[in-house]
Nanobody, 121 residues
């Protein structure tokens, strides 16, 4: 499975941005977004099942970010961006266990190269 993110950039506080992830070479029934800020560990942002019927969000982005999926494409629509959202955002694919979406990096097998999001104050 190959994953490629796009859509990152430099924005101002309060702006919106949409990230995209294109998957090829296989299918996974769960996909997610993670982010990593300088000097910090990679953290969970959002995840979605293959059908889009179940989603999960971290508390820090709930209500501001929306994850969606359309075929081999996955999106992260970000509203109300804050400086603390500044990070490299990674797309990942994994497997849904049929009960809940996992939020740890260990649960995802394939990763993209990441796209930088910088929010200026």
């Amino acid at each position: 499975v190959r994953l490629a993110e796009s859509g990152g950039g430099l924005v101002q506080t309060g702006d919106s941005l949409r990230l995209s992830c294109a998957a090829s070479g296989g299918a996974a029934n769960a996909m997610g977004w993670f982010r990593q800020a300088p000097g910090k560990e990679r953290e969970f942002v959002a995840a979605i099942t293959q059908t889009g019927g179940l989603t999960a969000y971290s508390d820090s982005v709930k209500g501001r970010f929306t994850i969606s999926r359309h075929g081999a494409l996955m999106y992260l629509q970000m509203f109300g961006l804050k400086p603390e959202d500044t990070a490299v955002y990674y797309c990942a694919s994994g497997w849904y266990n049929g009960i809940y979406l996992k939020t740890t990096t260990e649960a995802y097998d394939y990763w993209g190269q990441g796209t930088q999001v910088t929010v200026s104050s």
